[in-house]
């Protein structure tokens, strides 16, 4: 017996035991030692054999092998199931201890060893496991390169790369393989760890089976193509750069998928990683990349440009031009000639040189092709404007046949460039005028040389004549003399001549785009002057006339716009001849505002038109040209598109917004000009600073630089830069204009406010940007300002409101429309005339009522208009609706009615935008299959989106509607006029005729349409498709009949529509006699009306039983309701879907989804047989189980196996329709099944369905939730379907709450049965809250029902928080006591995060929180919120680390606490007794001061893992909730506020240094340090100002160092600018407190020091301090102390000296003060860390209190004291002691706490500003002078802003002539540097004295 053989009959029994396999191995090679093949073909068979029981014949054969051997154990065989890998290693190495295992891998090359399972990998990871007992050393390297058996090899490989990370990894073997993205390619750039771990940056894997595919044949070809597959869809970038790295030859499949991936990159410019792949690719395989880039440009030439910048980012354009593929990449040369980045001439010159030493001819080839093929392009596109921008430049055609003249070798490219040449002239004639080779091409383009199209000699004369004007040889009055001369000859030969200039400069208009400014202008003028003077006969004239008309046409600014005008300026006195030709000139809107002057001449002329057309009928010409003649032929080719010349611009959506001359301002508009930049900057520099405070003196300013002739400019931008997009400023801008008093420049603003609307309105984009429709509203409220808030009205002429509104419902516009009107309207809230009732207003409100009760409008629209209603105090549903669009006809109707209009016509004329202009918006609603061909070939979704409109429209004129409408009218009318016999009010009997009409005329046409739908919807897709040349190969008939079968519901769906639309016409028309009856009646009589017509024709009315019969005065409410429930059978509008309105239900679900059934294609009928059978087969099966549930059943049993090969077999349909269909057999299976077992079967195979297809899980679910079949309501069907998580809980609620609401029969009772079943069982199935809704209903009917009140009285008890009464304080520490809490925290962030909580929802939990007493016993309470801590935090942990959740998903918990906190302080109850609100500030200290200890105890343990986003999260939801309840909080709010800085202060950064971003961002948190700083009185100033300098205390150490890491760069960015916002809106803040700022800043932070030294008062206006002779002792201000709240003598005391201090300053006694002063500045005990030997706080304390004192004492003299400050004196006296006994460490640190105290004009600035002067002028020491130089110089080098005082100081320094500081050259002059610093600061100084 074979080894194979037999190791598959034993199966895992082979390794039961040790013994078993030494017995096994006994009996094949007896007592000789195990080789490795025989041991590798042992693991191959094991690997290929799966596990399972003994069989009959197995257990015989290992019965005969194990026969006499005692030592086997036969109940261990007998049990074996899996293969046990370590028993048969043990065994193995038994029998051969030395056996090398890498050879038992190798061996496995042979053809029987093939991997066919999970196992079987196993097995072979497993053995080699046990062998060396490490699986990080698995030698993965032997199963790479060439095996001889590849199909072994990829066995193997192939479950490797898809087996479980578990079980085997690439990513642990990569330290023995190549890596795809080595750090080489990578160069330091980050690649996420799981891309990095994916098999496929295994370079030797992707090698490996590339080389297979081609050895293995074709099977192992697309096995590793399918592989290839996969790879590209997870890592395509991984894939490609692996690919390109495998050296060649390459085989088949790898070229093949290699190209295409490097192609897929280069397309799609969506890719965000092409730059990072074709960087890589560059380096690897440029070759690769130049073919990818060719390819794509082949494919599609229009990607040039992008495949240019990626050359360009990659710096390889000069690389790339060398390359082989020649038509690329002349392509990209001219591109880049044209981008100027090459020499074009250099580069063809250097190519054709190449070229000519090989002796190919390759080059020139292809250069004469490439240029023939863009002449012929260029000849081909005629006169069209709109593709000039594709034509070759001619200097580029110059530039080649200049080249390829000299290159020309054999006479077939002789000839060949011959022909070239004639062509270009022909295409080309500036080729004559601009190549220096003019002549020699002129020579070849002669007819004498034979080969190409010759050019008459009447034209070469001609040319040149065109040529000498381009050049200024012949002036252009000369021309046109010697054409009127030729036109008037009576020589043939001139008359030629006149006829070929005229055809030479009308060929010319389609290069005008490629002339340069002077050509453009010389030919302009030129074109016009021809009109003007030359041209009388109709067809130049014509032609002249419609190229300038073509070119104005073109957008405003371009080229050929440019020529236009020109051209009409030099022919505008023969306007008047061509009245109509003026016409059509107005009707270009840009050329109204780009030049109205020319719109002034000629709208005069344009007038005349009538009188000019009949004068043309009597016969009269001018000049022998007929005026009609001359314009039809201008226009007739313009409104034709046969040619393909020009096309008639389109008609504006929007006609009611008119412009006119009421609107354009100044009639002047010749005057206009724009402003200088000079002037530009001075207007823009004050709109930008303008505020309500300046606003007086910008006016002023604007007045002077703001000219009559810049008002249309500033009008302008005033508009499209400023009102359109900063409507939060529009009062400020109008409050400007008031100021400024210009009407003018006010009529501008409203031209330019109507055109931009205008333009805005009529755009396509504006339909589908929600950008560009916010524009619009802001310009409407913009509008609305200028006008009806000025009480200014808006004339109809110009804007007409209800005109507009209904041009957007004709359009399906009311996106746009509806805004802009209610945003206009909602300024008549500030107009005291246009406020309602005023009757303008009001019609356009009853317009807007009737377009929100009767047009379907989306719910946005709705809610505008009810915003407009709030705004202008309104209520939408008492205006009354107009009838205007009611009685307006349809579209539809009026198609319908033109003469000779047949289907399709119809759809042929209104399909060129489908979807927009079709019967109804249906595109995007159209679905199709996932096919190649759609991608291939995109006009295909339009082609079946014409046949289904098309389809459509011709069962729409058929019959089938009709039929429809009418079965409906009649009934509706026989029923409605029996049943409101006694009904007075036509409204009510009107409603419900509707309703009813429509319903039934929508299922009729339903059901009577279905099927002529179904064909004609595949006849016109197959006759589309044949027309566009699509073969049946490339479309066949099964996908046609897919897209009509997912479609078909949808065209369904217009077809009810449709009947329903025409049924209200049509009912309306029948009852409206009965209306007016009702209504004259109800006008001439108040008695009770009844119709004698139906009592006179029947019996019925007196013998119906009661609660049928009429009664007076018309239905009660429950008779009406039988026709109310018309609205919720069905649905009239597709655009809805399920998920948009669920109270609606679709069409498809109103049948029973029980008997639902859908036509389909055969294949579906074929799949749907196999599954009937399946789900036959398992009802047997699961009637014969005798168990009750799917989980007590064994893995192996047929039930679960059945289900198994069911969800087997559904995986293999992948088709959505399959999978519905299958869905809902078994939904139907569900119903009919009567035990639990076989419901949990179908929810099984539903599970699988819902996950193979979204469609069909929407649908069914769908089904479930709002069907109306009542059948559906099945307590265990939907309880089972909750356990499952297949039933959204949310929907359910929301439906059921619904259900309960309308009323609906039987509902109450399946609601409670449901929530006992999913809630109050032992195990709930779902959150105490998933039947909120439902719960609050039944709450409403709890006094009508006692099993209602029951159910409720149990949830509460059930899900209560009240099982934690009992417990105290000796549970503190239990588990019992920590979970209880939790649940409690739990539960609240349920509520808190439910979409149905309220405020009254909140404060009962609170309420009843309060009531269990978690808050009375203080232990208890300390441990709840140390719980609610401690699980906001870890729920935080752990949702990060779960992926795909919510970025807001994290906080919910932390949001929750926050919102607890305020809740639980605001509604805190006050002890009896206690004083103010000691209790909330208790509460709120115990809570502060539980989240810091479990924040610092998390700090203390996580140390770098420590994660403090969910604490910053918890204090900034504490901050912003607090705002939110200030008013509720009041005066405790700001106490709150201090306890908050309390806990900043506690944890500031020196302690907790891994909080400090968040502490920092807490500090300057919106709701914190503008509420501290606003507090009343200045009570919160000194908290914060404990922050800042927490603050500065940490940063100093790192700003001391001379690196910076980026972590304290950036808490140093974040400093600077919370200072920047602290000195702009708190100045006076620094001002107080910039002593104990300063005092903890680094000397070397200077510009931070600058920044607090800066501030000053905001009442305070600073006079500039480079005024010539500025006296800043007269400053009024000079004399004033400033406001100081820093302690600054606290220093002085601490040291003892601030005694001995006072007594010297009174009394300039003992002198031996003096002396010992120094040394009580020094530090008392110095440590080798101090960074001075000074006490630098004790220096800084006693400068400023000897200031202050000394100018106490001058002032308290009586004298002026701050004169002559300096007199001797005892303050005098210690500074200069102190500057002659100091060092200079000591003087430096001295003079700069002077410096500290100039800033903003008071008596410490001048007084210090003084003394630092006097230093400089008195000392005789250099040394003293160089260190006051430095302490000012250093402060004024850095950026602004630089103090006051410090700035007056310098400048009186440098100006002053006492002090001559540059005679001190020893310091000023001692380096270059210095020297070049102190000139630059100087000349700052003095340019800024200059200008001032």
């Known amino acids: 017996m074979q080894v194979a053989t037999l190791v598959r009959e034993l199966g895992p029994a082979f390794t039961a035991s040790t013994a078993a396999v030494r017995v096994t191995l006994d009996a094949i090679v007896g007592s000789n030692a195990v080789s490795e093949a025989l041991v590798s073909r042992l693991v191959g068979a094991m690997a290929r054999t799966g596990g399972g029981a003994l069989d009959g014949q197995v257990a015989q054969t290992v019965t005969t092998l194990l026969k006499d051997k005692s030592m086997v154990d036969w109940t261990l065989v007998a049990a074996a199931r899996v293969w046990d890998c370590d028993v048969f290693v043990t065994a193995v190495l038994e029998k051969n201890p030395a056996i090398d295992w890498l050879s038992v891998l190798r061996m496995l090359d042979h053809k029987d060893f093939l991997i066919v399972d999970t196992v079987g990998l196993s097995v072979i990871i497993n053995v080699f496991k046990a062998a060396i007992k490490d699986i990080f050393k698995f030698p993965i390297a032997v199963f790479f390169g060439q095996w001889q058996n590849p199909k072994s090899q990829l066995s193997f490989l192939k479950h490797a790369i898809f087996s479980a990370p578990e079980l085997f990894s690439f990513s642990i073997q990569l330290g023995t393989s190549r890596r795809v993205l080595s750090e080489a390619l990578l160069m330091g750039k980050q690649v996420p760890q799981a891309v990095m771990n994916l098999p496929w940056n295994n370079l030797d894997l992707l090698e490996t089976l590339a080389t297979i595919s081609e050895s293995g044949g074709l099977d192992v070809m697309e096995d590793v193509r399918g592989i290839f597959d996969v790879a590209s869809q997870q890592a395509p970038e991984i894939l490609l750069i692996g690919l390109a790295q495998i050296p060649s030859p390459w085989t088949t499949l790898h070229k093949e998928v290699a190209s295409s991936l490097v192609v897929i990159f280069l397309a799609n410019s969506s890719n965000q990683s092409a730059g990072f792949v074709t960087s890589i690719l560059w380096q690897v395989s440029p070759n690769l990349l130049v073919a990818g880039f060719a390819h794509v440009y082949t494919k599609d030439p229009s990607q040039l440009s992008r495949i240019f910048d990626i050359i360009q980012e990659l710096k390889a354009l000069s690389q790339i031009l060398d390359s082989k593929h020649l038509f690329f990449v002349l392509d990209l040369a001219v591109l880049a000639f044209r981008q100027g980045f090459i020499s074009l001439d250099k580069w063809l010159s250097d190519r054709l040189q190449i070229d000519r030493s090989s002796g190919q001819n390759s080059f020139v080839k292809a250069s004469l092709e490439y240029i023939g093929e863009k002449v012929a392009a260029a000849a081909n596109l005629g006169s069209s404007a709109g593709m000039s921008a594709n034509l070759l430049p001619v200097e580029v055609v110059a530039l080649f046949l200049k080249g390829l003249k000299s290159s020309l070798t ?90 070929a200039f005229s055809k030479v400069h009308l060929d010319e208009y389609k290069f005008f785009p490629q002339y340069n400014d002077r050509q453009l202008q010389i030919t302009s003028t030129l074109f016009g002057s021809l009109i003007q003077d030359v041209y009388v006969d109709a067809k130049n004239l014509a032609n002249s006339l419609r190229c300038v008309l073509e070119a104005l046409r073109q957008p405003l600014g371009s080229r050929y716009y440019r020529f236009g005008i020109l051209s009409l300026a030099q022919c505008q006195s023969r306007l008047g001849e061509w009245p109509h030709y003026c016409s059509l000139l107005l009707q270009i809107p840009h050329l109204v505002q780009g030049n109205p002057e020319i719109v002034n001449f000629i709208t005069p002329l344009a007038t005349a038109q009538d009188v000019g057309a009949s004068a043309s009928a009597a016969g009269s010409d001018v000049g022998g040209l007929n005026s009609a003649a001359t314009t039809t032929a201008v226009v007739a080719p313009a409104e034709s598109n046969g040619s393909g010349e020009t096309k008639q611009e389109d008609k504006p959506v929007f006609t009611a917004l008119r412009l006119d001359a009421s609107t354009e301002g100044d009639g002047n508009q010749e005057q206009f000009e724009e402003p200088t930049e000079a002037t530009k900057d001075k207007i823009l520099f004050n709109i930008n600073n303008v505020t309500f405070d300046n606003l007086d003196s910008k006016a002023d300013e604007m007045k002077e630089v703001l000219k009559d002739v810049h008002f249309r400019w500033f009008s302008q931008y005033l508009v499209v830069k400023r009102a359109s997009s900063e409507s939060n400023f529009h009062e400020l801008y109008l409050a400007l204009l008031d100021r400024l008093q210009y009407p003018t420049l006010m009529r501008n603003i409203l031209h330019e406010t109507f055109s931009n609307i205008k333009v805005l309105l009529n755009s396509d984009k504006t339909v589908t940007s929600s950008t560009e429709r916010s524009l619009l509203k802001n310009l409407g409220t913009w509008l609305g300002a200028l006008t009806l808030a000025k009480n200014r009205p808006i004339k109809h002429k110009n804007l007409a409101f209800k005109e507009l509104l209904l041009e957007g419902f004709e359009s399906d516009r009311l996106i746009v429309v509806i805004p802009f009107v209610c945003k206009v309207l909602e300024q008549c809230n500030a107009s005291k005339v246009f406020k309602p009732p005023n009757p303008w207003l009001m019609a356009i409100m009853k317009l807007l009522s009737e377009l929100y009760h009767f047009a379907e409008l989306k719910l946005n629209l709705k809610f505008e208009v009810e915003v407009l209603c709030k705004k202008i105090q309104l209520d939408i549903n008492t205006i009354e609706p107009s009838i205007i669009l009611r009685n307006r006809p349809s579209k539809m109707a009026a198609q319908k009615k033109l003469p000779g209009a047949d289907p399709g016509t119809l759809a042929a004329a209104n399909l060129t935008q489908p979807g927009e202009d079709s019967l109804y918006p249906i595109s995007v609603y159209i679905q199709l299959p996932n096919l190649p061909i759609f991608n291939l070939q995109p006009s295909m979704k339009r082609i079946v989106h014409i046949a289904i409109d098309r389809a459509i429209r011709e069962v729409i004129v058929s019959p089938v509607v009709e039929r429809s409408v009418a079965i409906a009218g009649i009934a509706t009318r026989e029923l409605i006029i029996k049943d409101f016999a006694l009904e007075p009010n036509e409204d009510k009997m009107r409603k419900a005729a509707h309703l009813m009409a429509q319903n039934l005329a929508g299922s009729l046409a339903i059901v009577s349409s279905r099927d002529p739908l179904r064909v004609g919807m595949i006849t016109q897709l197959q006759n589309l498709l044949r027309q566009n040349g699509i073969t049946e190969q490339s479309v066949s008939e099964q996908v046609v009949f897919t897209i009509v079968a997912d479609n078909l519901d949808l065209a369904c769906s217009v077809m009810e529509r449709a009947a329903a639309e025409k049924s209200i016409a049509e009912i309306d028309e029948e009852l409206g006699p009965a209306y007016l009856n ?92 196999k599954m009937e059978v399946a789900i036959s087969e398992l009802e047997k099966i699961i009637e014969d189980c005798t168990s009750n549930s799917i989980s007590q059943l064994p893995a192996q049993h047929e039930i679960k196996a059945s289900l198994r090969v069911m969800s087997q077999f559904m995986i293999s349909f992948n088709r959505e329709d399959l999978l519905l269909v299958t869905g809902q057999r078994i939904v139907s299976q569900m119903y009919k099944a009567e035990s639990l077992l076989a419901r949990e079967c179908y929810v099984v195979l539903l599970e699988r369905v819902f996950e193979f297809s979204k469609k069909a899980a929407k649908e069914i679910l769908s089904w479930f939730l709002y069907s109306s079949d009542e059948r559906r309501l099945s307590v265990p069907i939907f309880t089972i379907l909750i ?368 920044l607090i030294l800066s501030a000053f008062p905001r009442n305070m206006r600073l006079p500039d301090p480079f005024t010539p002779n500025l006296k800043v002792d007269l400053l009024p201000e000079i004399n004033q102390a400033p406001h100081l709240m820093s302690d600054y003598t606290s220093a002085l005391v601490s040291i003892g000296l601030k005694t001995e201090l006072d007594v010297y300053l009174k009394s300039r006694n003992p002198p031996a003060f003096l002396a010992g002063l120094r040394n009580r500045l020094l530090v008392a005990s110095p440590q080798p860390d101090d960074l001075s030997k000074y006490n630098q706080s004790a220096i800084n304390s006693l400068v400023l209190y000897v200031g202050v004192q000394a100018i106490a004492q001058a002032q308290a003299k009586g004298t002026q004291p701050l004169a002559t400050p300096l007199t001797p004196s005892a303050p005098m006296d210690i500074f200069q002691q102190l500057m002659a006994d100091l060092d200079s460490e000591g003087r430096y640190l001295l003079l700069s706490g002077i410096a500290n105290q100039l800033r903003y004009p008071n008596s410490h600035t001048h007084y210090f500003s003084c003394v630092l002067l006097h230093f400089f002028a008195e000392t005789t020491e250099e040394i003293m002078k160089e260190l006051v130089t430095r302490v000012l110089i250093e402060r004024l080098i850095v950026n602004r802003p630089h103090p006051y005082g410090l700035l007056i100081t310098f400048i009186e320094l440098i100006r002053n002539q006492r002090y001559n500081i540059w005679e001190h050259t020893n310091f000023i002059r001692c380096a270059p540097e210095i020297e070049r610093l102190f000139s630059a600061v100087t000349k700052s100084i003095h340019s800024s004295m200059i200008r001032t």
């Open 1078 to 1169: 009702r209504r004259k009646h109800r006008e001439r009589s108040s008695q009770l009306y009844y119709d004698v017509s139906v009592y006179a024709a029947s019996r019925y009315p007196s013998s119906l039983p009661e609660p049928l019969r009429l009664k007076p005065n018309g239905l009660t409410a429950s008779q009406f309701r039988v026709y109310e429930d018309f609205s919720r059978m069905t649905r009239v509008a597709p655009e809805a879907t399920v998920a948009d309105v669920p109270d609606r239900e679709l069409k498809s679900r109103d049948n029973s989804l029980l008997q639902m059934e859908d036509v389909v294609p055969q294949i579906v009928t074929q799949a749907m047989e």
């Open 410 to 499: 054999t006479p077939e490219l002789t000839a060949f460039f011959k022909e070239l040449v004639t062509v270009s002239v022909k295409v080309y004639p500036q080729l004559l005028t601009i190549s220096d080779d003019a002549s020699v091409i002129q020579q070849i383009a002669e007819p004498s040389n034979a080969g190409g199209l010759p050019a008459t000699e009447a034209e070469s004369q001609a040319l040149n004549y065109y040529g000498k004007v381009l050049k200024g040889e012949i002036a252009i009055s000369q021309i046109i003399e010697l054409l009127r001369r030729f036109r008037d000859s009576t020589n043939p030969r001139e008359q030629e001549l006149f006829a």
């Open 1283 to 1650: 356990r499952a998580n297949l039933m959204p809980l949310v929907e359910l609620d929301a439906q059921l709450a619904r259900l309960i609401d309308f009323g609906k029969s039987g509902i109450v009772e399946f609601v409670v049965t449901l929530i006992r079943a999913v809630l109050l069982e032992d195990a709930p199935y779902a959150p105490s809250d998933a039947f909120y809704h439902s719960t609050t209903m039944l709450t409403e009917l709890a006094g009508d029902d006692e099993s209602v009140v029951a159910l409720l009285a149990d949830v509460k008890s059930r899900f209560s928080i009240s099982s934690l009464k009992g417990k105290d304080g000796r549970d503190l520490e239990s588990e019992d006591l920590r979970e209880s809490l939790g649940i409690i925290f739990s539960e609240w962030v349920k509520i808190y995060h439910h979409p149905a909580s309220s405020e009254k929802t909140h404060k009962d939990f609170v309420v009843q929180l309060q009531d269990l007493g978690v808050l009375q016993e203080e232990d208890v309470s300390s441990m709840f919120f140390r719980v609610c801590t401690e699980l906001s935090v870890d729920l935080y942990i752990q949702a990060k680390l779960s992926p795909n959740l919510s970025p807001y998903t994290p906080f919910q918990a932390v949001d929750a606490f926050s919102r607890l906190i305020v809740l639980l302080v605001r509604y805190c109850v006050e002890p009896v007794g206690a004083n103010g609100n000691s209790a909330k500030l208790d509460l709120t200290t115990k809570i502060l001061y539980i989240i810091v200890l479990v924040l610092v105890h998390s700090h203390e343990q996580r140390r770098s893992q420590f994660n403090q986003r969910p604490f910053f999260r918890l204090f900034s939801s504490l901050l912003n909730d607090l705002s939110l309840f200030e008013d509720q909080l009041q005066s405790v709010y700001y106490q709150i506020l201090y306890k908050i800085s309390n806990t900043l202060h506690t944890l500031q950064p020196s302690f907790l240094p891994g909080f400090t971003l968040s502490w920092l961002q807490l500090i300057s948190h919106k709701c914190f340090m503008p509420k501290l700083l606003s507090a009343e009185s200045q009570k919160g100033w000194p908290f914060f100002q404990r922050l800042l300098v927490d603050l500065f205390k940490f940063l100093g150490p790192f700003l001391r160092q001379s690196e910076m890491a980026d972590a304290i760069r950036l808490l140093y960015k974040a400093t600077l600018r919370i200072l920047l916002v602290l000195l702009h809106d708190f100045p006076e803040f620094l001002c107080d407190y910039h002593f104990s700022f300063v005092e903890v800043i680094p000397h070397s932070c200077i510009q931070l020091r600058n």
